[in-house]
Protein backbone atom coordinates (compact mmCIF):
# COMPACT_ATOMS: atom_id res chain seq x y z
CA UNK A 1 0.00 0.00 0.00
CA UNK A 2 1.28 3.49 -0.79
CA UNK A 3 2.10 5.68 1.75
CA UNK A 4 -0.33 9.21 1.79
CA UNK A 5 2.07 11.96 2.97
CA UNK A 6 0.40 15.57 4.33
CA UNK A 7 1.28 19.54 4.86
CA UNK A 8 2.52 20.71 7.50
CA UNK A 9 -0.87 22.53 8.09
CA UNK A 10 -2.81 18.91 7.61
CA UNK A 11 -0.52 16.93 9.77
CA UNK A 12 -0.56 19.57 12.92
CA UNK A 13 -4.24 19.84 13.03
CA UNK A 14 -4.51 16.23 12.62
CA UNK A 15 -2.83 15.75 15.54
CA UNK A 16 -3.86 18.29 17.72
CA UNK A 17 -0.44 20.31 17.71
CA UNK A 18 0.79 23.25 17.47
CA UNK A 19 2.07 23.84 13.72
CA UNK A 20 5.69 25.47 15.21
CA UNK A 21 6.38 22.43 17.43
CA UNK A 22 5.55 20.25 14.00
CA UNK A 23 7.94 22.03 12.25
CA UNK A 24 10.82 22.13 15.03
CA UNK A 25 10.19 17.98 15.72
CA UNK A 26 10.68 17.88 11.73
CA UNK A 27 13.71 20.12 11.81
CA UNK A 28 14.98 18.31 14.39
CA UNK A 29 14.66 15.04 12.98
CA UNK A 30 12.92 14.28 15.73
CA UNK A 31 9.45 12.76 13.50
CA UNK A 32 10.02 11.70 9.95
CA UNK A 33 9.26 14.23 7.37
CA UNK A 34 9.89 15.27 3.55
CA UNK A 35 11.14 18.78 2.91
CA UNK A 36 10.77 19.80 -0.73
CA UNK A 37 12.35 23.49 -0.63
CA UNK A 38 10.00 25.08 1.73
CA UNK A 39 7.05 22.57 1.67
CA UNK A 40 7.36 19.64 4.04
CA UNK A 41 5.69 16.26 4.38
CA UNK A 42 4.63 13.82 6.07
CA UNK A 43 3.55 9.94 6.57
CA UNK A 44 1.13 10.22 8.98
CA UNK A 45 1.55 6.92 10.68
CA UNK A 46 5.34 7.12 10.78
CA UNK A 47 4.77 10.63 12.73
CA UNK A 48 2.72 8.58 15.14
CA UNK A 49 5.13 5.69 16.16
CA UNK A 50 7.72 8.76 16.14
CA UNK A 51 5.73 10.35 18.40
CA UNK A 52 4.82 7.20 20.80
CA UNK A 53 8.59 6.43 20.90
CA UNK A 54 9.27 9.89 22.36
CA UNK A 55 6.86 9.71 24.85
CA UNK A 56 8.30 6.01 25.90
CA UNK A 57 11.81 7.52 26.37
CA UNK A 58 10.82 10.27 27.82
CA UNK A 59 8.55 8.02 30.22
CA UNK A 60 11.28 5.81 30.68
CA UNK A 61 14.33 8.92 31.16
CA UNK A 62 11.65 10.15 34.49
CA UNK A 63 11.34 7.02 35.66
CA UNK A 64 15.15 6.13 35.55
CA UNK A 65 15.32 9.36 37.99
CA UNK A 66 16.64 11.45 34.79
CA UNK A 67 13.90 14.25 34.14
CA UNK A 68 13.67 15.01 30.61
CA UNK A 69 12.88 18.43 30.28
CA UNK A 70 11.63 21.27 28.08
CA UNK A 71 13.93 21.11 25.42
CA UNK A 72 15.55 18.14 25.97
CA UNK A 73 15.33 14.46 26.04
CA UNK A 74 17.65 12.13 28.53
CA UNK A 75 20.61 11.36 27.03
CA UNK A 76 20.35 13.91 24.08
CA UNK A 77 21.90 17.72 23.66
CA UNK A 78 19.72 19.42 21.84
CA UNK A 79 17.00 16.80 21.36
CA UNK A 80 13.42 18.17 21.62
CA UNK A 81 10.72 16.04 23.94
CA UNK A 82 7.02 16.00 23.79
CA UNK A 83 5.29 17.16 26.30
CA UNK A 84 3.09 14.34 27.77
CA UNK A 85 -0.09 16.26 27.43
CA UNK A 86 1.07 16.86 23.46
CA UNK A 87 1.30 13.66 22.76
CA UNK A 88 -1.64 12.50 20.45
CA UNK A 89 -4.24 10.17 21.11
CA UNK A 90 -6.51 10.22 18.50
CA UNK A 91 -5.76 7.49 15.71
CA UNK A 92 -8.34 9.01 13.72
CA UNK A 93 -7.72 9.38 9.97
CA UNK A 94 -6.85 12.32 8.02
CA UNK A 95 -10.01 13.54 6.39
CA UNK A 96 -9.76 13.65 2.38
CA UNK A 97 -9.02 16.36 0.69
CA UNK A 98 -6.29 17.96 3.73
CA UNK A 99 -3.19 16.85 1.84
Request: aromatic share 6%; glycine share 10%; proline share 10%.
Amino acid sequence: MDAKYYSLDAIASSLGLPRPYVRRLAETGQIPALQLGRIWRFDEGQVREALRSLAREAAAARSNGRPAGPGKQAGGDDAVAPEPALVPQSTAPLPEGRE
